[in-house]
T-cell receptor, first 113, second 117 residues
Framework: DQQVKQNSPSLSVQEGRISILNCDYT??????FLWYKKYPAEGPTFLIS?????DKNEDGRFTVFLNKSAKHLSLHIVPSQPGDSAVYFCAARAQGGSEKLVFGKGTKLTVNP | DAGVTQSPTHLIKTRGQQVTLRCSPK?????VSWYQQALGQGPQFIFQYYEEEERQRGNFPDRFSGHQFPNYSSELNVNALLLGDSALYLC????????????????FGPGTRLTVL
């Protein structure tokens, strides 16, 4: 039973355009959501997060939107750059002080010059 | 400031053997979590260690065990290896109790690629 789903295995966009990565979840007990970026041969690196009490968090070119009623979140990258090409993982944490992260399968983003 | 380091980078074992993977947390961190990432999947939580005790455990059999040392470094042990244990094993470190932050960011190492033949 996958509690965090990333239904698009891959996404290809042109440099300078917007990249939108989507994530759905099923567990309403999640209280914190995160996006991690992973390059080959490296561990995932934290990108941006959002608390379940917010609906938007912005950090430079990266914005995460949370729609709790739809149990959906999305990551927007504007403008996209070739260096953004990586696998992006959506992750969630259950409330109650748990440090366990539940990850989606990831979306491979390719930004073409 | 060294980040999270893991050793070895790659490892090849045979079914039924035992393996030990090692992790050194980021400087100043006191908590280590281990994740298994199978091919085409996202990382799956195995367990977390804090103050040398297993604090939380995911849905993994007892063949997976761990240890945390007084210097906060950690080991992951897997006994009676199965073909399905082939995966990238990721270690993540964090500071468990940090006042003022709703979430204590986990920093990941590069992982150990385990292949079971």
């Amino acid at each position: 039973d996958q509690q965090v789903k990333q239904n698009s295995p891959s996404l290809s966009v042109q440099e300078g355009r917007i990249s939108i990565l989507n994530c759905d979840y099923t567990n309403s007990m999640f209280d914190y959501f995160l996006w991690y970026k992973k390059y080959p041969a490296e561990g995932p690196t934290f990108l941006i997060s959002i608390s379940s009490i917010k609906d938007k968090n912005e950090d430079g070119r990266f914005t995460v939107f949370l729609n709790k009623s739809a149990k959906h979140l999305s990551l927007h990258i504007v403008p996209s750059q070739p260096g953004d090409s990586a696998v992006y993982f959506c992750a969630a944490r259950a409330q109650g002080g748990s440090e366990k992260l539940v990850f989606g399968k990831g979306t491979k983003l390719t930004v073409n010059p | 400031d060294a980040g999270v380091t893991q050793s070895p980078t790659h490892l090849i074992k045979t079914r039924g053997q035992q393996v030990t993977l090692r992790c050194s947390p980021k400087s100043g961190h006191d908590t280590v979590s281990w994740y298994q990432q199978a091919l085409g999947q996202g990382p799956q939580f195995i367990f977390q260690y804090y103050e040398e005790e297993e604090r939380q455990r995911g849905n993994f059999p007892d063949r997976f065990s761990g240890h945390q040392f007084p210097n906060y470094s950690s080991e992951l042990n897997v006994n009676a290896l199965l073909l399905g244990d082939s995966a990238l094993y990721l270690c993540a470190s964090s500071l468990l109790f940090r006042t003022g932050k709703p979430y204590n960011e986990q920093f990941f190492g590069p992982g150990t690629r385990l292949t079971v033949l």
